[in-house]
C-alpha cells in the first residue's frame, strides 16, 4: 500500500473510532436525559461508524488470528501501562489538571488488570482452548475491571458494587 493512501486510511480510521465512541456516550446522556429514540439513533450511527473503522482497519491488515490480535492487544495495554498513562498523568499533575489526573489514574489501574487479561487468554488459546471466563464487572466510573464477583467498593474509585456492569 501507498504511504499517502496508509496514513489517510489510518487517519480515517481513528476518525471512525473516535466518532463512533462519541455516539455511544452521547446515547447515553440522551437516554439519562429521557430522549430514548435520540439514544437509539445515536447508536445506529454509532454502528455505521464502526462499520466503516472495521473496514479501513481490515484494508491496514489490522485484523489478525485471535493469537494475533491477543498480541496486538497486550501490546496496547502494556504500553498504555508503561509509557502513555504515567507520562499524561505527569502532565497533568505538572499542568495541575485534576480531571486530567482523575481520568488518566483510572485509566492506568484498568489497563494493567485488562493486559493481565488478555495474556491469560493468549495462553488459553497457546494450549489449543478457549479461555475459561467467570462474569466480569466493570466499574463504570473509572473502569476497574474483575472476574468472578464485583467488590463491594470499587478498590480504584469507591464506586459501589451496584454500579458495576456485568459481562
Known sequence: MHKITEQNLNSAFAGESMAHMRYLI???RAEEEGYPNVARLFR?????????????????????????????AIDGETFE??????????????????GAVRSTHYALEAEKIHAGMYQKAKQALAGGKDLRLGKVYICPV???????????????????????KVF
Open 26 to 28: 452521547f446515547a447515553e
Open 44 to 72: 445506529a450511527i454509532a454502528y455505521a461508524e464502526q462499520v466503516h473503522a472495521t473496514n479501513h482497519y481490515r484494508e491496514l491488515g489490522g485484523i489478525k488470528e485471535t493469537t494475533g490480535n491477543l498480541q496486538t
Open 81 to 98: 501501562v508503561e509509557e502513555m498513562y504515567p507520562a499524561y498523568n505527569k502532565v497533568a499533575e505538572l499542568q495541575n489538571e485534576q
Open 142 to 164: 473509572c473502569g476497574y475491571t474483575v472476574e468472578g464477583e464485583a467488590p463491594d467498593r470499587c478498590p480504584v474509585c469507591g464506586a459501589a458494587r451496584e454500579k458495576f
